[in-house]
Each structure stands twice: as C-alpha cells, then as structure tokens.
C-alpha cells in the first residue's frame, strides 16, 4: 500500500472558538455531520473533541460524546478516533473518560508535556461571541498542557486492555523519545501511529527542516518498518506540511482543529473543504487516499466491531 495515504480529519478540536470561523463545527449535530462529510470527501480516520452546545466550550463529558459518535458510527466507515488530550484543564481522569466508554479502534495520545499557547490569537479579535472565549485564549500564555510519564502510562494502561492503539501525538523531538521510552518497557507496540505536529507555539516550529530530522530521528529510533507516520501542522502552515510530507511518504491531517484556513487568508467552509484539497493533492502526485479498510490495515486496528461505538448517552 505505498501509494496509499491515511487522510486523518481533526473535525473541532479545543483551541479554536466559535468566534473565530462560522463553519467550526460546535454542537453534536454539526460534529455528526461535518464529519460523515469529511470521511465521504476521503478520510480515512476522523479525530473527534466535544463541546457544549450552546457555548462552544470543549468538554470531556462522555455524554456529550455519546449525541454524536453513534451517529458517526451509522453514517460512515471511517475508523473514530477520540482524543484523551480535551482541553487545557483538564484532568487525565476526564480526558480518557469518553475513549473509556465507547472503546474506539484509536485513540490520539500526547507524547509530553509543554506551554501549550495561542495568546496571540487575541489581538486579531475585537468582538467575541461569547465572554469565556477572550479569557480562554488571552490566558493560554500559562498553559502547561500536563502530559507526565505517569499519565501517558495511565492512558496507555486504561485503554490499551480494550485493544486500542493510539495516535502518538509528538509536538518536539523530545516527545519521540518519550515515545521510544514506552516502546522499549512494552506498553506500546508496532505497528504504531506517530502524528508529527507542527507550528503549535510551544513546540517544534514550522519549518521544513524540523519535518526531516523529526522523520529522520523517528527512523533511527524504531527502524522505519516498525511504524506509520503522518504530519499534521497549525495554521498557514497545514498545506505546505501535509504536501511535504506525503512526497516524503507519510500520512496527513487536515481538519478546523488545525487551521481554519483553505488557502491564504481565506477561511474553509467545511472540514470537507480542506479533505476534498488533500486528496486533490495527493491525487496530483500519483497518490491515492487510503480506505478506512486499508487504513485498518496499516495502522494494526480491532476493528469496528470490537468497539462500543453505538453506545449513546
């Protein structure tokens, strides 16, 4: 399956607010559909948070996951992954909570800890939506986004005995480390899922350069058989990111987690905009957007039917 590439969808995320784009998806209808869409226009994974429907704020409540991941589940075949990052304040006990319940083929999984910021996103901003929205932003300049050995080690455990596999996220080269520490005690396994993230202020910058060592240490770390790869990066930056990294073989994400963007300063209508673009420019180098089947496949999934995905709140 070399010419195949596993298109993973970020449908809403925990940074971005309604404030900022009308087309971010907020209540569980809205996440339901943008995602059936996303996987229809070629996504073969879609990543989905939370958040509560008349403000928009992210939340971990499995409840509130429960109004949309089993209509997800009717609607496509894409493989539902869910996040145990949530949001910042977060407890480890709430972020794994809703992956816990409905037992998903995947899960995403922060590699470590870092200042997790997008401060300066406020100053762009002079009316808001709702009043939590400039607080929550304007306060990010103190988020440290906890991710200890302890808590990876906690996820891991909690869901690995249900046969999860995880999207390791990796923001920095120290993360991949991180990783390699728990592939050497046992608690992860090849085949396994390395999402390399950029341009996230905190973490590794946007630059082409940080892209091949990051690929480069990655190999030298587990032996390039042992694991897929993919790229993922934040604003202006997830185009050039997800077209370089499918040239260099990996997979990509796309989403309104990671940009609100479909080209220079215009904003996409719909998570479906930005797969439809990817497969666009996959297709255009003689790639082809992995199945969710295929993708099934590469990343060494359960299968859907040893997830409790139909369960609703």
């Known amino acids: 399956m070399s010419d195949k590439v596993i298109i993973s969808c970020a449908v809403t995320g925990a940074v971005h607010t309604p404030t900022m784009s009308d087309a971010l998806p907020i209540t569980p209808q809205e ?6 869409d996303a996987a229809q226009a070629g996504a073969a994974v879609v990543h ?3 958040r509560v429907a008349a403000t928009g704020i992210p939340t971990a409540d499995p409840d509130v996951f429960g109004q949309f991941v089993p209509v997800i589940e009717q609607g496509c075949d894409a493989v539902i992954n869910i996040t145990t990052g949530g949001a910042p304040g977060m407890t480890v006990q709430q972020r794994v909570a809703a992956a816990a319940r409905f037992k998903p083929e995947i899960c ?17 901003i002079s009316s808001w939506k709702h009043p939590w929205e400039k607080t929550f932003i304007e306060g990010s300049d103190d988020n440290v986004f906890r991710n200890s050995f302890r808590d990876i080690n906690c996820i891991l455990e909690t869901l690995s005995a249900d046969g999860a596999k995880f999207e390791h ?3 920095d080269v120290g993360h991949l480390y991180n990783l390699a520490h728990f592939v050497d005690s046992g608690l992860v396994k090849p085949p396994f899922f390395i999402q390399m993230v950029f341009g996230i ?3 590794i910058g946007p630059d082409l350069d940080n892209l091949v060592f990051m690929k480069r240490t990655a190999d030298r ?8 790869w993919s790229v993922l990066a934040a604003g202006k930056y997830q185009m050039p990111f997800i077209t370089q990294a499918a040239l260099m073989g990996g997979h990509v994400r796309v989403g309104l987690e990671d940009s609100l963007l479909i080209g220079r300063g215009q904003l996409a209508k719909s998570n479906a905009e930005q797969v439809a673009k990817a497969v666009r420019i996959l297709r255009e180098m003689g790639r082809e957007p992995a199945t969710p ?7 060494g999934l359960k299968g859907r039917t040893r997830a409790n995905l139909s369960l609703a709140s």
Not at 108 to 124: C, D, E, I, T, Y
Not at 293 to 299: G, I, K, Q
């Open 31 to 36: 996440i339901a559909q943008q995602a059936i």
């Open 48 to 50: 989905l948070h939370a």
């Open 108 to 124: 995403s999984l922060n590699m470590g800890s870092m200042n997790f910021s997008f401060f300066q996103v406020a100053k762009r």
């Open 169 to 171: 996220e990796c923001y």
């Open 201 to 203: 202020m905190g973490g």
């Open 221 to 228: 770390l587990f032996g390039a058989k042992n694991f897929q």
């Open 293 to 299: 089947a295929e993708a099934r496949v590469m990343l």
